[in-house]
């Protein structure tokens, strides 16, 4: 597949063989999610100077600043400069800060993506934003920075957990509720994962071809996630973000039912799909006491919020649009519905 953001021509492959696309030119260089160099090691021993490569310890935490000199000295000693491709290789931690590093290295260097997570496969090694975590907010700091090539393999889902494989099910549950999309389609006749993950591509590419920098249509991509991310923020991140995101196309499909948007019968086509993979469906009656308490400070304090929350909503089963409200309340009291123990 191949697309064009903005002034960058970007290539998505689903490798036949990972060996020849690890070893595109000479003294390329490697960042790698430890675990997945330990479980996959012979997928690496094409690189014949184990020197170029860096393993990462991958996880939310290490996706931050402390992390980034590691990374630069390491391009430094490898005389890393503007050519020379940078490969980012694991989840989605792992491909958002090498990315983020190779994009402000020398102001920019070459680089390749190789997601081994679900999620990374259909969200976060496509699109082109990278990130670092910084204090409190999450991927605070970051760039639209496009891998000129991203390369699958979907053998590396094999060694992912339930839980990992099912917040990549989320996201292409949530892209499926878009307009531009054969994923409806291919969900009702049981298509294969690797048939979902490339129409799930194809759907956020085609978004974001037309707007990289999250102006327009590639907000509808934040269905679910401002619900999602009080979930997240009042439970200190217990919950999942897969989870979290799964209960906001939820409850964005049932707010949507309360303003009358969408019928009764829409919403429960909504939850109904979300059903069919069995995707989370509510979250412990313990957390509404943080709701209670710091709900409107965080739908404050989104990102995607300015004087108003905005929220993705339903205007049909495969329509979306950005609804704003100063009411925090009717967005809390929608969550609120969903805690069960
Ligand atoms: N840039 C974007 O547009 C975008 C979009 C969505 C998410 N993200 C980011 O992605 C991150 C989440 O990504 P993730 O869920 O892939 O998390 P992750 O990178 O933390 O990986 C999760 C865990 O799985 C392990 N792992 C990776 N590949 C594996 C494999 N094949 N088998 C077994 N274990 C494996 C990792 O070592 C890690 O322990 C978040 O930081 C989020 O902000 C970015």
Known sequence: MKYQLENKKIEIVVASKLSNEL?????????????????????????????????????????????????YAFFKAKNVHRRTLIYGIGGGVTTDITAFAASTYKRGCRCILIPTTLLGMVDAAIGGKTGINFENIKNGIGSFFPAEKVVLDEKYLETLSN????????????????????????????????????????TKMDICVHDLEDKNTRRMLNLGHTFGHVLESVSDYVISHGTAVSIGIRAAARLSRNLEFIPKSV??????????????????????KGINK????????????????????????????????????????????????
């Open 23 to 71: 070893t595109l030119e000479q003294n390329c260089v490697y960042v790698i999610d430890k675990k997945v160099y330990e479980l996959f090691q012979q997928d690496f021993n094409s690189i014949s100077d184990e020197t170029r490569i860096l393993l990462f310890e991958a996880n939310e935490q290490s996706k931050n600043l402390a992390s980034l000199p590691k990374i």
């Open 163 to 202: 839980s990992k494989l099912q917040a990549g099910m989320v996201e292409i549950i949530k892209m499926s509720f878009l307009s531009n999309t054969n994923l409806p389609e291919l969900l009702e006749r049981n298509a294969t994962l690797i048939d979902l993950i490339r129409e799930a591509i194809k």
């Open 267 to 288: 919403c429960e086509q909504i939850e109904n799909r979300m059903d069919d993979h069995n995707l989370p469906k509510s979250f412990p009656t313990k957390y509404l």
């Open 294 to 341: 710091n709900g409107r400070e965080v739908l404050k304090q989104d990102k995607k919020a300015d004087t108003q929350v905005n929220l993705v909503l339903f205007k049909n089963l495969q329509k979306l649009f950005v609804y704003r409200t100063d009411e925090s309340d009717e967005v809390l009291d929608v969550l609120r519905e969903f805690a069960n123990d």
